[in-house]
Structures are given as C-alpha cells and as structure tokens.
C-alpha cells in the first residue's frame, strides 16, 4: 500500500536575499496532524508562510502542497485550496462590510466583496458563521466587531472555499487574555470537528498550544531547531536555545506555560 500524499512536503528549502532567510529546511506535514511554527521574532516564520503560499520564490529545495510541485503547478490555483487567516488582512477589509459578506469573500478569493450573493453562496457562509460559532454576527459590519470577532469571521472567509490546508499566522495577536483564551477554546473545537482541515498555527507564544495540535516546528535564524511530536519538542532546553534565555517550560491538563527565568540576561 502506497503511503498517503503529504499535505506539506519541504525538502532542503532555502531563500536567500543577500543574507540567508530560510536555510535548509526540511519539514513534512501527514494527513490527521495539526502543527504549530514556533519562534522568536526574525526566526523565519512569516517567511516560511510566504514560501509555502508561493510569494516568496526559494533559492533551492523543492516545495510539495496538497501533492502540488512548486514549480510544475499554478500556484495560483493552489492558494485557492489553501486557507489563510492573519491579522495582515484586517486593514483591507471595508469597515461597512457584513460579516456575511466578508465570509463569502473567501469563495472567491477576494477581499471586499462585490456583485450579488448566489443562494448557494449564502447558504453556504450561513453555515460556516455557525461553524465558527458567529451566528450572531450576520448582519453586523466589520467596523463594530471586536477583535476576536474579527479573527473568527477571518477563519470563517478561509473555510469558505473548503480548504484542506488552514493556516492560521499569529491570530490571537491584539487579543486580551479573556477574548485569547476565548478564541483558543473556539480553535480546539474546530480542530475537534468533523472533516476539519490540516491546522498549521503560527506563534510565539507556547500559552495559544492547545490540545489539539499534535506537532511543532521551532525555527531559529532560518534553520529547523527542532520538529516533531509536541510532547517531543516543547522542552526547557529547545525553548531556551530558541528564545536564547533561561526559561522553563512546564505542561498541564494538555497547555503549556514558559516561564523567563530572571538572569534570562544571561548567556544561555
């Protein structure tokens, strides 16, 4: 029996740009797994995102999607099978615009949406605002949404084209610790539902790990640092060389909390 297509495979990746951004990576992600890209500010995350999306062209290795070459498919066909949610979005999204509306925007990959909604169309986003626990939110416009309203809608517009990649790039940023810890229970119940897609959740921060994330990538300066089962990486020592303090890690009830030690001033 063959083995399953990959829905991620990177082998000996790398972008340079006058200095190295990205240096040989290698990452595979298998159906059924949900990852997290983990590091410090400047460690390659966003970059790694842009590779992967096809808007950052690597110097060399070869890049698989969704059993997609880069290089040999249209990228661009690709993306549309690849859901992305990120606080780059909000400042491009009309302030008068419905909820509904920004959610069917994401069937047609645009942003601002435009034209008449199709029955099919409506239908359809009504269910995803219920998936994404916004029933409530139809009619309301993106300018009185809050800040973790707005990152379910977002979620919400990338399920829309029924993706089987959904990646998720730093979505409790700007959250209070209620609204942040609100939201990763929502996420740990998309995970958890049926049919749900390949989560890849990119952070710094080890507090928004929920259970349902099976695996995780630390990068530091562009190069893997560790990857692999989270129980397997989510240690002291791989954190402390990551972050480059004196720090510790500790897990319970299936979270994890990092604490900096206060000498993190110290060379590690």
């Given amino acids: 029996m063959k083995n399953p297509v990959p829905v991620i495979q990177v082998a000996a990746l790398s972008v340079h740009r006058e200095v190295p951004i990205l240096d040989g990576i290698d990452w595979r992600v298998a159906e059924g797994q949900h990852w997290v890209i983990l590091g410090p500010n400047g460690s390659g995350k966003t970059s790694m995102l842009a590779t992967l999306t096809g808007y950052m062209p690597p110097t060399s290795g070869t890049i698989s999607v969704l059993g997609e ?46 034209g008449e909604l199709s029955s ?107 990857a692999g089962e989270k129980r397997n990486v989510l240690t002291s020592e791989t954190l402390a060389e990551a972050f480059g303090a004196r720090l510790s890690v500790t897990a319970a009830n299936g979270r994890y909390l990092l604490t900096v030690s206060p000498d993190s001033d110290a060379a590690v």
């Fill in 69 to 114: 070459t880069y290089g040999r498919s249209d990228w661009r066909e690709l993306r549309t099978r690849i859901g992305f949610a990120s606080t780059a979005i909000v400042p491009l999204i009309s302030a008068a615009e419905p909820a509904l509306e920004t959610v069917a925007s994401g069937r047609r990959a645009m942003l601002g949406f435009w």
């Fill in 120 to 226: 099919e169309e409506r239908a359809q986003a009504l269910d995803i605002l219920h998936l994404v626990e916004a029933d409530t939110l139809t009619d309301r416009l993106w300018r009185h949404l809050s800040q973790g309203e707005r990152q379910r809608i977002l979620i919400g517009r990338a399920l829309m084209a029924r993706p089987r990649l959904l990646v998720l790039d730093e979505p409790c940023a700007g959250l209070d610790p209620v609204a942040r810890e609100r939201f990763l229970s929502f996420l740990e119940r998309l995970a958890g539902a049926g049919a749900a897609p390949t989560l890849v959740l990119v952070t710094h921060h080890v507090e928004e790990i929920m259970p349902a994330f099976t695996h995780v990538l630390v990068l530091k300066s562009g190069r893997v640092l560790a």
